[in-house]
């Protein structure tokens, strides 16, 4: 099976700061790679798919990026509402494996 | 609206089963897969299964394969996962999940908030 690994786990940063958030397949998966926003008690949320897609609704400070085994997720300039477990995930074939997970927290 | 219901957890002891229900209302079911993704306590998101538009094709992840089957009912707008032979490891907050494709080898689109199953003794 395709495993994906996430770095880092978790970070802290400060309102405003750019935020990077890594993936990495196991093996090549082209562009099948979505990004997810988990907050406790809320829905979790789809932010992209097709590796840099943006999901309708989702605020353009979000961005993905990365083809074949290395892809980034990216949040231009964190805010508060934005602290959440962040995983990606690869599909297109089975199982459709997630991350790890990265915690972000505000500093 | 897009809205997922899940139903059916609760607490059952090790080896029993249980079967979780999902309604789906707000987009036309049988145009899409469906799946079940699932959280262990302090831990990550995991795959559980995931089912064609038509129940043509399934799915399961190997943790679980044999022991949960995936099920659904177009006419109800139900999708279904009965979970036997249940150990300590299947404890989790059980969410139900719209495939974005009619095939389920794609990514989720929408998230129900989850029904949660205690196994322990």
């Known amino acids: 099976d395709i495993q994906m690994t996430q770095s880092p786990s978790s970070l802290s940063a400060s309102v405003g700061d750019r935020v990077t958030i890594t993936c990495r397949a196991s093996e090549g998966i082209n562009s099948n790679l979505a990004w997810y926003q988990v907050i406790p008690g809320k829905l979790p949320k789809l932010l992209i798919y097709a590796s840099s897609t943006l999901q309708s609704g989702v605020p353009s400070r979000f961005s993905g990026s990365g083809s074949g085994t290395d892809f980034t997720l990216t949040i231009s300039s964190l805010q508060p509402e934005d602290v959440a477990a962040y995983y990606c995930q690869r599909y297109n074939s089975v199982p459709l494996t997630f991350g790890g997970g990265t915690k972000v927290e505000i500093k | 609206e897009v809205q997922l219901v899940e139903s059916g957890g609760g607490l059952v002891q090790p080896g029993w089963s249980l079967r979780l229900s999902c309604i789906a209302s707000g987009f036309t079911f049988d145009d899409y897969a469906m799946h079940w993704v699932r959280q262990a306590p302090g831990k990550g998101l995991e795959w559980v299964s995931g089912i064609s538009w038509n129940s043509g094709t399934k799915g399961y992840a190997d943790s679980v394969k044999g022991r949960f089957t995936i099920s659904r009912d177009n006419a109800k707008n139900s999708l279904h996962l009965q979970m036997s032979s249940l150990r300590d490891e299947d404890t989790a907050l059980y969410y139900c999940?719209?495939?974005?494709?009619?095939?389920?080898?794609?990514?989720?689109?929408?998230w129900g908030k989850g029904t949660t199953v205690t196994v322990s003794s």
């Open positions: 999940a719209k495939g974005s494709r009619p095939s389920y080898y794609y990514f989720m689109d929408v």
